[in-house]
């Protein structure tokens, strides 16, 4: 996409599970796309999905929509990756690792072979460490594979705020950073509820340590374990997440997300993907949105960090 801004608006969704054809459903209703390719493994199952979604046309804005092979990457200005293993009751993101990054190695390596030269949005779990093995074995420019990170936890915490203190969550501006998983933190310094920040709006002289402020924190760390103990997956949220990622991509908006991107400095971290706010546009990430932290938030995001290099060294590792 960097080299031939090819202006499609094409997009390949790879693996047409819950994740998948719920963005696919997003990107219908949205009329975000004008073109849309699905892959599967199961080939019945993106022909029917992309049969179900066509169906549904005439009460959408016009797109193409099939089912088709990876030679559709070749002109694609977003391919986005959600095959793989899914995360079972009980199970962490951290331990999909070992299974999920084989299966990348060998998607990735596809859509490369095909002269693919857009940019690759990686919502499979755990999305951090896949990230960065996509990175490394399409030999991309960091700017070009993105991670859909903390997206979706920011768009928890942002929920949550605004039902305990009754304000529409689009005034609610937070964010959450770090790993995708259980490592992730707060940023409590710039929380703001219409441009106040939350101590002077709530009237709360120690944010981080109130008790009603950590138990919203911590429904906001667990909430994917608490939805697949009811309905075994979580896909809605997350396909709104990457729609809105897709959007920011297509439209060229420089618009700022919570996504994981390759740290090379910034907050003190090196070669790193983790979720960090950053601004994004049709090229990919334009740049990392460096957020003054205090010294707690500094010192458990370098621990988040440390916890995910660890795991994709071992990931890397294990794919030579």
Same mark, same amino acid.
């Given at each position: 996409?960097? $080299?031939?801004?090819? /202006?499609?608006?094409?997009?390949?969704?790879?693996?047409?599970? !819950?994740?998948?054809?719920?963005?696919?459903?997003?990107? !219908?209703?949205?009329?975000?796309?004008?073109?849309?390719?699905?892959?599967?493994?199961?080939?019945?199952?993106?022909?029917?999905?992309?049969?179900? !979604?066509?169906? =549904?046309?005439?009460?959408?804005?016009?797109?193409?929509?099939?089912?088709?092979?990876?030679?559709?990457?070749?002109?694609?200005?977003?391919?986005?990756?959600?095959?793989?293993? %899914?995360?079972?009751?009980?199970?962490?993101?951290? $331990?999909?690792?070992?299974?999920? *990054?084989?299966?990348?190695?060998?998607?990735?390596?596809?859509?490369?072979?095909?002269?693919?030269?857009? +940019?690759?949005?990686?919502?499979?779990?755990?999305?951090?460490?896949?990230?960065?093995?996509?990175?490394?074995?399409?030999?991309?420019?960091?700017?070009?594979?993105?991670?859909?990170?903390?997206?979706?936890?920011?768009?928890?915490?942002? &929920?949550?705020?605004?039902?305990?203190?009754?304000?529409?969550?689009?005034?609610?501006?937070?964010?959450?950073?770090?790993?995708? =998983? $259980?490592?992730?933190?707060?940023?409590?310094?710039?929380?703001?509820?219409?441009? +106040?920040?939350?101590?002077?709006?709530?009237?709360?002289?120690?944010?981080?340590?109130?008790?009603?402020?950590?138990?919203?924190?911590?429904?906001?760390? $667990?909430?994917?374990?608490?939805?697949?103990?009811?309905?075994?997956?979580?896909?809605?949220?997350?396909?709104?997440?990457?729609?809105?990622?897709? /959007?920011?991509?297509?439209? %060229?908006?420089?618009?700022?997300?919570?996504?994981?991107? !390759?740290?090379?400095?910034? &907050?003190?971290?090196?070669?790193?993907?983790?979720?960090?706010?950053?601004?994004? %546009?049709? &090229?990919? +990430?334009?740049?990392?949105?460096?957020?003054?932290?205090?010294?707690?938030?500094?010192?458990?995001?370098?621990?988040?960090?440390?916890?995910?290099?660890?795991?994709?060294?071992?990931?890397?590792? *294990?794919?030579?």
């Amino acid at each position: 996409m960097v $080299d031939t801004l090819t /202006k499609s608006r094409k997009v390949v969704i790879i693996g047409t599970g !819950l994740v998948g054809s719920s963005y696919a459903y997003a990107l !219908l209703n949205q009329g975000v796309a004008n073109e849309l390719v699905l892959i599967d493994v199961n080939r019945e199952k993106a022909e029917g999905e992309a049969r179900d !979604l066509n169906h =549904g046309m005439p009460f959408a804005s016009p797109m193409k929509i099939r089912a088709g092979g990876y030679e559709e990457c070749s002109n694609a200005d977003l391919v986005v990756i959600t095959a793989g293993a %899914n995360q079972k009751p009980g199970e962490t993101r951290l $331990d999909l690792v070992s299974k999920n *990054a084989k299966i990348f190695k060998g998607i990735v390596t596809s859509v490369m072979e095909v002269g693919f030269k857009g +940019i690759f949005l990686v919502a499979t779990n755990p999305v951090d460490i896949l990230s960065h093995v996509t990175l490394e074995v399409s030999g991309l420019p960091k700017e070009r594979v993105i991670g859909s990170g903390t997206i979706l936890d920011t768009a928890r915490f942002r &929920y949550l705020l605004s039902e305990h203190f009754e304000i529409d969550s689009r005034n609610v501006h937070a964010y959450i950073i770090g790993e995708h =998983g $259980d490592s992730e933190l707060p940023v409590w310094s710039h929380v703001q509820i219409g441009g +106040i920040p939350l101590s002077k709006y709530a009237k709360i002289d120690d944010v981080e340590n109130n008790p009603e402020m950590t138990k919203i924190f911590e429904n906001v760390r $667990d909430a994917a374990y608490h939805i697949i103990e009811r309905k075994g997956a979580t896909y809605y949220g997350i396909g709104l997440g990457l729609m809105r990622l897709t /959007k920011a991509i297509l439209h %060229n908006e420089n618009s700022i997300v919570t996504v994981s991107t !390759l740290l090379e400095g910034q &907050y003190g971290l090196d070669n790193v993907y983790l979720g960090v706010p950053a601004i994004v %546009n049709e &090229y990919g +990430i334009r740049q990392v949105v460096e957020l003054e932290l205090n010294e707690t938030e500094k010192q458990k995001l370098h621990n988040s960090a440390g916890i995910l290099k660890e795991m994709t060294d071992a990931a890397l590792k *294990a794919l030579k």
